[in-house]
Each structure stands twice: as C-alpha cells, then as structure tokens.
C-alpha cells in the first residue's frame, strides 16, 4: 500500500490525463490488451475515478479503449479487419490532404514540417523506438492541423494512435515505423506545390507501412471447432 499513499502534486484534468494516455499508446508504453484500473489511475492523478472513467469512455469511443462490462478498461487490439480499414481509411484521405496543404502551405509551415521531420531524425540517430513512432505519427497529425479543418484533424488522430496500436500488434520485427526519407520527400513535394506528386508520394509512403505489418499469422485463425472431428 505504500504506493498508493503517494499523492501526486497535483490534480490532473480530464484532458492532461487524456493526453497522457495517448502519448503512452502512441509511444507503445501501454500496448493492447494491457488493464487500465480506474481506481490506481485515478490515484495517480489525484482525481477521482468517475474523472477517469470519463477519460476512459472517450478513449474507448475512439477506439483506443475496450470497455468490458464488469471487468473494466482495457488498451483496445484492433483485429486484423480493424486493421485493414484503418489502412484502407488512410489511403482515402491522406493523399488529398498532403495535396490540399500543397496548395496553400506557408514557408512557416514547411518550415515547422522541417523541424519535425529533423526531430525524427535526431530519434532514429539514438535509436529511440518510442519517440520515433510517436513522431512518426505526428507528422501525419501536423499535416492534417496545417490543412485547417478540426474533422479532419479528430480523424487523423484517431487513425494515427489506431495504428499505433496496429504496429504493436502486426509489426515484423526490426521494421521502422515511417521511413524518414519518405517524409522528406513528401515535406519537398508539398514546398514545391506539386499536389499530384505529394499526394503520390502519401500513398507509397501508407502502403509502405501497410508492408511492414504481416497480417498473415494473425489471420490465420484457429482450426474450427467440426474440423477436430473430420
Ligand atoms: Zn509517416
């Protein structure tokens, strides 16, 4: 119990909880299947556990979350069908999202695409796995934030921390999570407004990470049940 008896500094809010949970899946430090129990959480951040719950069911209502009735909270496993259309949703919007900021991007912007992208970089240089995926992802959220449309924004950070999830589970090993180079081709492609080519360069980019995932052992499913009695 003495580590319960610690209490924290302060009171979280609702969204710096949020935002923490997320970091933490999109950082693979809380990975699917992983409990979530309200009462140590709600401990930890000073707040009580129907602040956590409410936390938890927007989590769960953006998919990062399953909520199992009388057994609680727990980080989500998108099945490999999940999976599937998370991928197949990206490659709808993002190539005409890359070529809409095309179109408009300010050298501001590209220059903060820039600075991300080099973040990356400086990650990938010390091997650091949890930043460079979480960066990785973020990208593709900045992208969206620069676009300027709040819908498209929510949905892009769901899909990103859905594939967060998503690499955990079907990655194969050793596989980076965006090739670096690819995001620097896309961030020139978007400086040089040359939408067709930006929005080429997003769906190679998506279907290179979809190649690094192998859904092929998740799918194979286990013998059914008549089958044991051929
Ligand atoms: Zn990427």
Redesign the pocket.
């Known amino acids: 119990m003495t580590e319960s008896a610690v209490k924290p500094d302060k009171a979280y809010t609702n969204d710096e909880i949020y935002a923490r949970l997320q970091k933490a899946v999109q950082e693979h430090r809380l990975t699917p299947g992983t409990r979530l129990v309200e009462e140590r959480l709600g401990e930890l951040a000073g707040v009580s556990r129907t602040k956590i719950r409410e936390v938890l069911s927007r989590l769960a209502h953006e998919g990062l979350v399953t909520l199992v009735p009388n057994r609680g909270a727990f980080i989500a496993s998108p099945s490999v069908a999940q999976a599937r259309d998370v991928f197949v949703t990206r490659r709808m919007i993002e190539p005409n999202m890359a070529s809409m900021l095309s179109s408009r991007a300010t050298p501001a912007q590209i220059r903060t695409l820039r600075r991300h992208s080099k973040q990356e970089q400086e990650a990938r240089a010390k091997d650091d796995r949890p930043t460079i995926i979480r960066l ?1 992802g973020e ?2 959220v900045l992208i969206a934030q620069m676009v300027g449309n709040e819908i498209l924004l929510r949905l892009m950070r769901e899909l990103t921390s859905l594939t967060c999830l998503i690499i955990t589970l079907y990655d194969k090993p050793n596989t980076p999570a ?1 090739p670096h180079t690819e ?1 620097a081709d896309l961030i020139d492609a978007i400086e040089a407004k040359d939408g067709a080519r930006a929005a080429r360069c997003m769906a190679d ?1 998506l279907m290179h990470i979809e190649h690094t995932l192998n859904f092929d052992v998740a799918d194979a499913d286990p013998p059914e049940i008549e089958s044991l009695f051929d």
């Open positions: 990785s990208l593709h965006c995001h980019h």
